[in-house]
């Protein structure tokens, strides 16, 4: 026994004496990489972190809005007092509604309308839109006219941030936009529960505004979604079709050589190349109107088609080769081992791709100026050749304004991007996982 | 199925065989892969109701003329053949010969089992789909329960036929696509290596089956084992550096061989 372990035992010691050293140093390597790599990973997520963090607790009040619920009596001495609305249908449309939300404020606060500098600074507390708000009741219903409708106006932008606590309160009143007296108006309307903060839908629906408390993304969303739509419609058809056909058919050239460094390159251009194309082309040489969605998506094509054409040749080349020789050996043509056979397995690929050139298009907002999607548009637009705006342009505009309730706006319309920017990545995954588990 | 019957029908296909036709005839075929030469104006022909294995150290041209018996070499980007191929009595390089159908009638089964990533049904169904072969749901069932039957799989396989081809075992999947190319009713099957990426149980069953399959089908296989070529062929052909060096029938060929090249790769002096 003894003869046998001794020198078994010498020779192991020896050898795993030298080989302890290098494993210990590549453990030690291993360890360091793993290191720098949670290292890496915890920067990025930190600076994530604080980027959401900023935008979020920016922009997070901007979904709600100061509003007024007081009963208004729609007199039909300020609206109408020559009784002629059923001759004179503009007659409701360009009545004094302002002074009606005025006076009604003047009752609930029990201010005297005929105090003209008191009745001044509570129409201030309401804000422009309640023309629009008030109009449109009433133009819906005339026979409101000369009754007492409970009714929630918004409040002014200014009250809307004084509310929310957005302004300093130790500055003088001469160098505020927002005086004592009406600090003491709005705390007396929110004690009694008149006042107070509620969801708010505006942000969502209401166009271009210069009051920022009725401004909102409503026209944009509808020119993003616009131009979503003609870049999918356009550039997945053509990209998949031109990938197909490079990948599968086309010869092996010098031209086709040419035809793909070109491709890569394209995919490198920056956008605001694309702009001064689509401005020379679309705009000055077809005729085609500025500032509508239609001519935002064909740029926004030009620009997501080369990622599209990259994705999904790099698609096509992952499908195993055995896959087309099995379909090929059976008897399909070219075509049918194509579209049954490797079109379906690299759909989870081409998907993903369409959906990041997507939203890559969804966030671009350079090329969108150059062609005039920068622009104060209030009405929707009807038809894709309407002007209108996108969701990237609307939050730059906002950015530039000065006045506090826009920096909201600006937090709050970049959410808003941030969550369809979600929403499409999440669409992209359930897509993946869908077509992946048809097999 | 006993032994005798069994011997007998051997005995059948044997007799068969020695006046057999010739299913395909490949004359003077050479192929080149741009510049480079692969095959050097071989002549071999393959007999009906026959298995014939095609032997030889890798890199000398097996495959590579077997996918000239259904053209797959069209496939290879600059691969150029000439010679002339029949199939009974059609040039298959002939202009007027749809490669689609020429691939309806010569089958392929490759060395890596590749179904398709569908179900069992539908790896069947494809081809037969493709090729129109079936009216109905019936008829495509009868078809789907035929070639499995015939591939020796529909006992393991009859109860998950809805169920993803990629899941079965490799032996399974290689049989699968055994059942794949016979659903098209193929007069020729041409095998690339069946059995290398199988284990020695399915190595087995695929052998026996092969063996089966001879009775209704003209069957080339390639091989790189000496014992599967002595198992399951009756005539085996003999490559090498792109030339054919010798066909015989398969007893001759591992007992006493004309070509000292060929007695040298059995005894496995080179390969
Ligand atoms: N697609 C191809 N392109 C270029 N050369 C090839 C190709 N396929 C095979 N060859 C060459 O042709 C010769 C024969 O190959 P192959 O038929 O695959 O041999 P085997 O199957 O007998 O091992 C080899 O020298 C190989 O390098
Ligand atoms: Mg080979």
Redesign the interface.
């Known amino acids: 026994m003894t003869d046998v372990v001794s020198p078994a035992a010498g020779i192991p010691r020896a050898k795993s004496v030298r080989r302890d050293i290098g494993i210990k140093r590549r453990y030690a390597a291993e360890r360091r990489f793993r290191a720098y790599g949670i290292a890496a990973l915890s920067f990025g997520i930190i600076f994530l972190m604080l980027l959401l963090w900023s935008v979020v607790s920016k922009g997070y009040t901007a979904f709600q809005q100061t509003m007024i619920t007081m009963p208004v009596e729609f007199s039909q001495q300020i609206i109408d007092p020559q009784n002629e609305r059923a001759t004179n249908p503009q007659k409701l449309m360009t009545a004094n509604y302002p002074v009606v939300a005025r006076n009604a404020l003047a009752k609930l606060l029990n201010v005297s309308v005929d105090d003209r500098v008191a009745s001044r600074a509570i129409g201030q507390m309401l804000s422009d839109g309640v023309r629009v708000q008030l109009r449109d009741l009433v133009v819906a219903n005339p026979a409101i006219i000369g009754t007492t409708q409970t009714v929630r106006l918004l409040a002014s932008g200014d009250i809307d941030s004084a509310y929310k606590g957005q302004i300093d309160l130790d500055v003088g009143q001469e160098n505020r936009k927002i005086n004592d007296q009406q600090l003491g108006w709005m705390k007396q309307l929110s004690d009694s529960g008149a006042l107070a903060k509620h969801f708010n839908s505006g942000i969502f629906v209401n166009g271009a505004s210069s009051r920022p408390e009725a401004a909102g993304v409503g026209v944009a969303l509808i020119g993003s979604f616009y131009m979503m739509l003609i870049v999918l419609v356009l550039s997945l058809p053509i990209g998949v079709a031109a990938s197909i056909y490079l990948e599968e058919f086309a010869p092996k050239n010098k031209f086709t050589d040419l035809i793909e460094v070109n491709i890569n390159n394209l995919a490198a251009v920056p956008s605001i190349v694309y702009g001064l194309l689509g401005l020379a082309v679309f705009v000055n040489f077809m005729g085609l109107p500025r500032s509508a969605s239609f001519v935002g998506g064909l740029v926004l094509t030009l620009m997501t088609l080369p990622t599209i054409i990259i994705a999904t040749r790099a698609a096509l080349k992952a499908v195993p080769p055995s896959i087309r020789a099995a379909a090929l050996g059976l008897g399909a043509s070219k075509m049918q081992t194509i579209f049954h056979h490797v079109l379906p397995l690299a759909m989870p690929g081409i998907l993903t791709g369409t959906i990041i050139g997507l939203a890559h298009a969804l966030g671009e907002t350079a090329p969108l100026l150059l062609i005039g999607m920068v622009a104060f548009v209030a009405n929707y637009p009807t038809t894709p050749l309407d002007p209108s705006t996108a969701l990237p342009v609307q939050i730059y505009m906002w950015a530039n304004e000065a006045e506090r309730a826009f920096v909201e706006r600006t937090s709050g319309a970049i959410i808003i991007l941030l969550l369809f920017l979600i929403l499409m990545n999440v669409g992209a995954i359930l897509l993946r996982r869908r077509f992946e588990r048809r097999w | 199925m006993n032994m005798m019957s069994e011997s007998a029908v051997e005995k059948a296909l044997d007799q068969k065989m020695s006046d057999a036709s010739h299913k395909m005839i490949g004359k003077d075929v050479s192929v080149y892969y741009g510049e480079k030469r692969a095959l050097f104006d071989v002549n071999l022909n393959v007999r009906e109701n026959t298995v014939t294995a095609l032997i030889g150290p890798s890199g000398c041209g097996k495959s590579t003329f077997l996918r000239c018996l259904?053209r797959?070499n069209d496939?290879i980007?600059n691969c150029r053949v000439t010679g002339k191929i029949t199939l009974d009595a059609d040039d298959i390089y002939d202009q007027n010969i749809d490669?689609?159908?020429?691939?309806?009638r010569v089958?392929?089964v490759?060395q890596?089992p590749?179904?398709?990533?569908?179900?069992i049904y539908e790896n069947i169904s494809?081809?037969p789909r493709?090729?129109g072969l079936s009216k109905n749901k019936a008829d495509m069932d009868q078809i789907v329960e035929a070639s499995l039957q015939r591939a020796g799989l529909w006992g393991e396989v009859k109860d998950r036929l809805h169920e993803?081809g990629?899941g079965l075992s490799g032996g399974q999947q290689q049989r699968l696509?055994i059942a794949?190319?016979i659903a098209?009713s193929p007069e020729v099957i041409l095998m690339d290596e069946p059995c290398s990426a199988l284990d020695p149980i399915a190595t087995a069953k695929v052998e026996e089956l092969i063996h089966e399959l001879r009775a209704n089908y003209t069957i080339v296989i390639v091989t790189h084992s000496m014992q599967q070529a002595a198992r399951v062929s009756q005539r085996t052909a003999m490559f090498h550096l792109g030339q054919l060096v010798e066909e015989n029938d398969t007893d001759k060929m591992f007992t006493n061989p004309d070509d000292q090249r060929t007695q040298d790769y059995i005894m496995g002096r080179f390969g």
């Open positions: 259904n797959m496939t980007e490669v689609v159908e020429l691939r309806a089958g392929m490759f890596k590749n179904p398709f990533p569908k179900t494809y081809g493709i090729h993803s990629t696509c794949r190319a098209v």
